[in-house]
């Protein structure tokens, strides 16, 4: 409704003539592994982000936000577009999405666009508020300039273009925004992109909530840190097996390269690595590189700071998560009789791992993790989405959702004024969604 009149935020008359549509996200189980080549198993949500689009000859985009907080913006298209890393507000993920398809199509200039962009994602919540919007962009610019492209190649232009901003992500958020379909989980493997059906259990379903703490990945270097502690990890483990180290930058390639299974994988980090953070010294020296070359090939921009690396945590954590993924597809496959505390097993390792290896939770999270688990119901529970905050997401007995919800409620946001306050958005039944869409404004 918000989109039905003028908004105030532009000057002229506005009158969309087509709208799009993303959807966020709550990855199940398979976290912070698809940037190291392994596949993920997440559902696209009902909250989303989406844009009205009018479209005219001015080659300037003109955005706006229907949330005062976020303020407008204006830029050519006729110029190259720079997207700053550094403190990103809401219109550079948007730029990434615009720059994107420039890029692709190496288009000279882009036609004008007034956009205006409401959402239903919690920001900073871990449900994939910002790739959305990339991919809503990318599907705006799309569309605008009278072009066309798979929903796979959109996913992969979207997942490279959203680096622009700095995170350097695997692609999950964008392929699961794009191929998403309404009744099913996917399991979404890369390299190439695929997306396969999962069909979730009867029986239970998914309660998503948040911890109130807001995490931004790309205002953060919690993230991109990880990212190079198992980009340095691939090369540590490629060298002792002789493998062209120098090539490899994904754990998942030296599984490929050995031929060997994740059991083995994991066998091969303890065998191979320490538990004790690295030096970059130590680094060095077992690579035969200079401070020059770790600095150069292997940190981002936002991790020269690093002094130590916790290689061994993060592969184990890695191949894992992994195997963790593959034997939640075989249970909803099979679907066995014990399947859902099968997969509310494998939901709670997961988050042990999250927590105890890979280090990407908090306070917060691991509270309300244990009252879903131990005093709401849940059969599982685990964070999703990167992870330093945002949500939960809980496996719950189709009869229990009530009294889940209430326990939670009463255990987790009421004691708490701020958490009371955003517990509308907070707390709520999640069913797997569709994908991205553009509606055409008769």
């Known amino acids: 409704k918000a989109m039905d009149s003028n908004p105030p935020h532009l000057k002229t008359n506005f009158s969309p003539k087509f709208y799009a549509h993303a959807p966020g996200r709550v990855n199940l189980i398979g976290e912070h592994v698809d940037y190291c080549g392994y596949s993920v198993l997440p559902m696209a949500i009902e909250q989303s982000i989406l844009a009205a689009v009018s479209v005219n000859d001015s080659e300037t985009i003109e955005l706006a936000n229907t949330n005062p907080q976020y303020k407008d913006f204006r830029v050519s298209g006729t110029e190259e577009i720079d997207i700053g890393k550094d403190n990103p507000q809401w219109h550079n993920y948007f730029l990434c999405g615009v720059k994107g398809i420039q890029e692709n199509f190496s288009l000279p200039s882009l036609v004008g666009m007034q956009c205006v962009v409401d959402g239903t994602i919690p920001a900073s919540s871990g449900l994939s508020s910002s790739s959305a919007l990339v991919c809503c962009a990318g599907l705006v610019t ?175 954590h890695v191949y894992g998560e992994a195997s963790r993924v593959l034997c939640f597809k075989s249970v909803c496959d099979s679907q066995p009789a014990d399947s859902i505390p099968l997969l509310g097993d494998l939901m709670k390792e997961s988050h042990a791992s999250c927590r105890d290896l890979y280090e990407c939770s908090c306070p917060e999270l691991d509270q309300l993790v244990d009252i879903c688990s131990r005093k709401a119901g849940a059969v599982g529970s685990r964070l999703t989405g990167a992870g330093w905050g945002g949500c939960a997401v809980s496996m719950v007995p189709s009869d229990k959702v009530e009294s889940f919800i209430r326990t939670v409620r009463e255990t987790f946001y009421a004691p708490e004024p701020r958490r009371a306050a955003m517990e509308k958005q907070s707390l709520f039944v999640s069913k797997p969604g569709g994908g991205a869409t553009i509606f055409i404004e008769e």
């Open 142 to 316: 799309m569309e605008a300039n009278e072009k066309s492209l798979s929903k796979v190649a959109l996913a992969e232009i979207c997942a490279k273009c959203e680096r622009y901003i700095g995170t350097e992500g695997g692609g999950m958020d964008q392929s699961i925004s794009f191929l998403a379909e309404k009744g099913t989980a996917k399991l979404i493997e890369f390299n190439p992109l695929r997306a396969t059906d999962v069909q979730l259990p009867s029986g239970a379903v998914f309660v998503i909530s948040n911890c109130c703490v807001e995490m931004n990945k790309a205002a953060s270097s919690h993230f991109n840190i990880r990212v190079v502690e198992c980009r340095i990890a691939t090369k540590m483990l490629a060298k002792v097996k002789g493998l062209e180290w120098k090539r490899l930058v994904k754990l998942a390639q030296v599984q490929t390269e050995l031929g060997a299974s994740l059991e083995e994988m994991l066998s091969l980090v303890e065998e191979v690595l320490h538990s004790d953070a690295y030096s970059r010294a130590e680094i060095c020296q077992a690579l035969g590189i200079t401070p020059e070359q770790f600095s150069t090939d292997l940190l981002s921009s936002n991790t020269q700071h690093v002094t130590h690396f916790k290689l061994y945590q993060r592969a184990r």
